[in-house]
């Protein structure tokens, strides 16, 4: 889903534009900034707006897909970790993932 879209479902929830951007503790003119292309949308600010936009899990999930299919900047990978964790928790996958110890993932501590 294109920003401009996504932040058009976000204002369906809100009622206009200048609620949006207050619930994401930014300025009107910063969200026309991201609307139309000027200034990029940092990532968790994407998850926010799915929130808002009330985006069903696969809706949003869809959304992460598009995401990571843009190859992203060297800068930016650590951060789209963290986003796609975050939009994790938003859409209730499981928790954090197992990892496995010497014994193997069934091991008992006491055995290592």
């Given amino acids: ?3 401009g879209n996504l932040l058009d479902r976000a204002k369906v929830h ?3 534009d200048a609620e949006t951007a207050k619930r994401l503790g930014v300025s009107p003119a910063r969200l026309s900034e991201w609307r139309n292309g000027h200034r990029p949308c940092p990532l968790e600010v994407q998850a926010r707006i799915c929130e808002i936009a009330e985006l069903s899990a696969g809706e949003a999930w869809d959304h992460v897909r598009e995401l990571a299919a843009v190859p992203p900047k060297k800068s930016r990978v650590a951060s789209t970790a963290a986003i796609v ?3 994790a928790g938003l859409l209730g996958i499981g928790g954090a993932p197992r990892v496995a110890h010497a014994g193997g993932p069934d091991a008992s501590r006491d055995n290592v």
Wanted: no cysteine; proline share 0%; net charge positive.
């Fill in 1 to 3: 889903m294109q920003l």
């Fill in 14 to 16: 809100t009622g206009r």
């Fill in 85 to 87: 964790a975050l939009f």
